[in-house]
């Protein structure tokens, strides 16, 4: 059975993150909208409870938290294996060259783990599903960053691949930096 939405929330309190700053917010805040917006796509459950813990182990930019990976079974008894292995994904990304990988396109897919150093190939649905979760994430924090600049033919380049409401969220947030 799933873990209640308010338990999971209350897990990232218990961390003591509630109130941690985070791109103009809070943490929790973020990730929290992660998971709104993940749902307003369409997601399922178990890809927008990924996104809520996408950041959980930190990743190269949000340092400020990371739960150590010896937590790993931990996270996946509450949000389930295939979304924590989502999760730990999108913290593991070494962005140049995952970016590299995403413009040049085409199977196979891979990336590289920031953690470990080796090469992780991935299915075409972990891919897919692993641009949601770095889009929105991307999308949720950029008005509050204004840095429009920060890696944007990767950003569009995700919003094209997965078209439908990812490429109209990435159009819309991205249409407000022509008016900032």
Request: one cysteine or more; aromatic letters at 12%.
């Amino acid at each position: 059975m799933a873990v209640p939405f308010q338990d999971l929330v209350a897990y990232f309190k218990a961390l003591a993150v509630e109130d941690l700053e985070h791109s103009g917010g809070t943490y929790l805040g973020h990730c929290a909208a992660v998971y709104r917006d993940m749902k307003k796509w369409g997601a399922s459950e178990e890809l927008a409870r990924a996104g809520l813990f996408h950041s959980i182990y930190g990743t190269i930019l949000f340092d400020r938290f990371a739960l150590p990976l010896e937590k790993r079974q931990e996270v996946q008894e509450l949000i389930g294996e295939r979304a924590e292995r989502l999760a730990y994904l999108n913290c593991a990304i070494e962005y140049d060259s995952f970016d590299r990988d995403v413009v040049e396109g085409g199977a196979p897919y891979r990336m590289l783990d920031r953690f470990t150093g080796e090469t992780i190939k991935l299915s075409a649905q972990e891919r897919a599903d692993l641009l949601a979760i770095h889009l929105c994430d991307r999308l949720e924090q950029a008005p509050r960053s204004r840095d429009w600049e920060y890696r944007p033919k990767g950003f569009l380049r995700m919003a094209r691949v997965l078209g439908g409401p990812a490429a109209d969220a990435f159009d819309s947030v991205y249409a407000r930096a022509s008016v900032d």
